[in-house]
């Protein structure tokens, strides 16, 4: 099978996976800033945060992801094997992608914590975190489109 023709379907639909993740990345913490410095535990408040939280992670942030990962990886395998060995650009935005993912990772945590009403980190906490998924997707569309090395 060509596999290259499939090229421009794959990353169509891998650009559009990064969108739906990126959204979900930056809008998740928006909700524990209001979630730290408004909900206390118990009030009905921080009933409704958890489920906009749970349905945000569980609907949107983690298959986002998945399809991302997924649609990204097929993007590379269509363009053939030399593709990675020729770009170290790919190398450098990959490296980010990880971190991004870890940063998933921990907004996961993060929410676990607040439907058992365990959170302890303030809203300035949250607020600042909000920057590092921005950061890094500069740091990534400038890799893939500017491909400076
Ligand atoms: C999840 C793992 C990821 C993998 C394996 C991956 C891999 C790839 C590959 C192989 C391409 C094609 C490059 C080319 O044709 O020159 C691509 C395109 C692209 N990726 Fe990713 N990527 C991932 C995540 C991301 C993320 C998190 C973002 C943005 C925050 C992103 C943004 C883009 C964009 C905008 C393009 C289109 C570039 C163009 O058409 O020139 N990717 N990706």
């Avoid at 959204?23 to 945060?49: C, D, I, N, W």
């Avoid at 569309?141 to 500017?146: A, C, H, Y």
Wanted: contains cysteine.
């Amino acid at each position: 099978m060509d596999l290259l023709a499939w090229y421009p379907w794959f990353k169509a639909i891998h650009v559009m996976s990064v969108i739906a993740w990126m959204a979900a990345l930056l809008y998740l913490p928006r909700l524990f800033v209001y979630h730290a410095e408004r909900g206390a535990p118990g009030s009905e408040l921080s009933e409704t945060f958890k489920v906009m939280e749970r349905k945000l992670l569980r609907g949107i942030m983690n298959p986002a992801m998945i399809s991302s990962w997924t649609f990204g990886l097929l993007t590379l395998v269509s363009l053939g094997p030399g593709f990675l060995a020729n770009s170290p650009w790919l190398h450098a935005k990959l490296l980010l992608v990880v971190l991004m993912t870890g940063y998933h990772m921990a907004c996961a945590r993060f929410r676990r914590d607040f439907a058992e009403d365990a959170n302890r980190r303030s809203g300035r906490f949250y607020r600042m975190i909000n920057e590092i998924p921005a950061l890094l997707m500069v740091g990534i569309v400038i890799l893939v489109i500017v491909q400076p090395f």
